[in-house]
């Protein structure tokens, strides 16, 4: 999910920056040493998209530096348990397949790729399963939900757990075939109502 937040935070500016325009010193700052950041309860740092109120200068002695109390504008993403999200394979392994999320990647691991039996072609490479010959490969545009989060720092230690074995999660394809066997599903359960009011009908 992402979201705009406003933080106020204390920011350093060295000497060899004075002299320029205050507002747009900060927000160069600010986008090297922000973007990228991730903070366990707001989510990754995306962008510093604006600078607000800036405080007045405060010198430190010993360090030469000014420090400004600034409302910053952040564009954030955080992942939220069970949201359902859409991505593209990035790589596939013998463990699973890694899907970008927008600005992260999740891992679905092999046991939640599809609910059927499947098999690791390391030459595609790919999973294809057995009953369902359905196949996952590298490119391929996928819908899943998020089972597991662990942030940390950067997104490098951040991790995303991912799940596609229910119905209606996966490659469109996968999709399509969930909604024809559920269309199909509820002919049936309709069809034994029909005779029983044909039934009551010539009684």
């Known amino acids: 999910m992402y979201s705009l937040v406003k933080v106020n935070e204390k920011v350093r500016v060295p000497p060899k920056e004075f002299g320029g325009k205050l507002k747009e010193t900060i927000l160069k700052i600010v986008q090297e040493e922000y973007e990228g950041v991730v903070d366990e309860d707001l989510g990754l740092v995306i962008a510093v998209t604006g600078v607000g109120e800036v405080g007045e200068g405060k010198v430190v002695l010993g360090d030469g530096a000014a420090y400004y109390q600034t409302e910053l504008e952040l564009l954030m993403y955080k992942p939220l348990m069970h949201e359902v999200v859409e991505g593209i394979v990035t790589e596939i392994t013998e ?29 595609m490479p790919g999973f294809i399963g057995k009953k369902t010959g359905k196949k996952l490969t590298v490119d391929d545009e996928v819908v899943a939900r998020i089972v597991t989060i662990s942030l940390k720092g950067n997104i490098q230690n951040s991790k995303i757990g991912l799940t596609m074995r229910q119905p209606f999660l996966g490659k469109e394809s996968w999709i399509k075939k969930d909604e024809k066997q559920l269309k199909e599903g509820a002919k049936k359960k309709e069809a034994p109502k029909e005779k029983k009011s044909k039934k009551e009908k010539e009684k």
């Open 95 to 123: 463990f699973g397949a890694f899907v970008r999320i927008s600005p992260i990647e999740g891992l679905v691991h092999v046991s939640q790729i599809m609910d059927d039996y499947i098999n690791y072609d390391a030459k």
